[in-house]
């Protein structure tokens, strides 16, 4: 069975865990990521588009049914309790990450509304809307072909995920797309998107109304069981990784601590930062965050188990150092020329 860390949720959360979703009684227009929707709208509304409005509902992941101008919007978003599920599993999304979801996936929905994925210019500008979809995708990092919005080159994955993440960029009141991509290639689908959005303004969709595909209402798994099912297990990947020697190099060995400076527990120091890490290691490597997620919690816990220590006064070049160490191991996973270095076997 798949190990998942539900004990650093809070117990009032844990208390949820034996319940079926169908039953925790979620509603959207009731819950706390309503006022993000309402958000969306508004700013759909101030970017000139008068008669879109995608329907959000709640799901069991944030996505948009191919060809339905739909929003499904993750079940723990709409629930206090879950979220701290979520957050001790996953770590949940904060105000940006929701608004930047929400973003990319009308931009999905825009597409299948108007059907712009059938024109010959959308398919001269993104590429064919018929291409296989793949995880382990290709791409070329800092390209300016393409916008930057989801981590991981996003835009990269997909000629679907290319317009959408287009599309997320041009609705962010706070993007400066106009300035920031002004010499890109990917600015010819920004004007694309600029000029379509102000023609369609007014214009009834095409396909107004959407089929959703998972419902709160039909997921019968209970919160345990469901987290169980997605929870990405990397411990195969990172098994037997070497860690020791590296980390006591970044950080103090309680053997050569002296009396001077001040020293404090490193897996304080690292649990602080621990998101943090992650979140900028995911963006600017393009490794999945599973992974990275899993690599950064092996390191805290290592810390710990060797009562590794950090210098009050290095602390900052210490949380830079380890950085830089996750993103190597991180990018040595990613080319995939040689295997993260393992723990000879006894």
Same mark, same amino acid.
């Given at each position: ?8 949720? /809070? ?45 959000? &509902? ?6 948009? /049914? ?7 919007? $993750?079940? &723990? ?21 929701? %608004? ?33 979809? *793949? ?5 070329? $990092? ?30 962010? /009141? ?17 004007? &694309? ?14 396909? /107004? ?9 039909? %997921? ?6 469901? &987290? ?27 053997? *050569? ?61 210490? %949380? ?10 991180? %990018? ?8 993260? *270095?393992? *723990?000879?076997?006894?």
């Amino acid at each position: 069975m798949v190990v998942v860390a539900f004990e650093k949720a /809070p117990p009032e959360a844990r208390q949820v865990l034996t319940v079926p979703i169908r039953e925790l009684g979620l509603r959207l227009e009731e819950s706390p990521v309503a006022e993000y929707v309402h958000r969306l709208y508004e700013e759909l509304e101030a970017a000139g588009l008068h008669d879109f409005r995608p329907r959000c &509902y709640l799901s069991d992941e944030w996505g948009c /049914p191919s060809g339905e101008p739909v929003i499904g919007i $993750p079940f &723990y978003l709409g629930d206090p309790r879950v979220r701290h599920i979520e957050d001790a599993v996953n770590d949940i999304e904060g105000e940006r990450e929701i %608004m930047m979801y929400l973003r990319h996936e009308a931009g999905h929905a825009f597409n299948y509304a108007y059907e712009l994925y059938r024109t010959d210019e959308w398919h001269t500008l993104f590429g064919s809307f018929r291409r296989a979809y *793949r995880d382990d995708y290709p791409f070329v $990092p800092f390209s300016r072909d393409f916008v930057r919005h989801i981590p991981g080159w996003y835009a990269q994955k997909h000629p679907d995920e290319d317009f959408a993440e287009t599309f997320a960029v041009w609705l962010d /009141p706070d993007s400066r797309w106009r300035s920031r991509y002004a010499s890109w290639g990917a600015m010819r689908k920004l004007l &694309y998107v600029d000029r379509i959005a102000r023609e369609l303004g007014d214009v009834t969709p095409a396909h /107004p109304a959407g089929e959703t595909d998972v419902t709160v209402d039909e %997921m019968e798994q209970t919160v345990e069981q469901f &987290y169980r099912d997605v929870h990405a297990d990397e411990s195969r990947m990172i098994a037997g990784l070497a860690l020791d020697t590296d980390l006591a190099d970044i950080f103090v060995d309680p053997a *050569r601590r002296r009396e001077e400076p001040e020293y404090g527990p490193a897996s304080v120091l690292l649990a602080e930062h621990r998101r943090d890490i992650i979140d900028k290691v995911n963006e600017w490597t393009g490794v999945r965050r599973t992974l990275v997620r899993a690599l950064v919690s092996a390191a805290e816990d290592r810390v710990r188990e060797l009562g590794l220590l950090s210098r009050r006064d290095r602390s900052r070049s210490e %949380m830079i150092e380890l950085t830089v160490y996750i993103t190597a191991l991180s %990018m040595t996973f990613l080319t995939g020329q040689r295997p993260l *270095r393992h *723990r000879k076997a006894p």
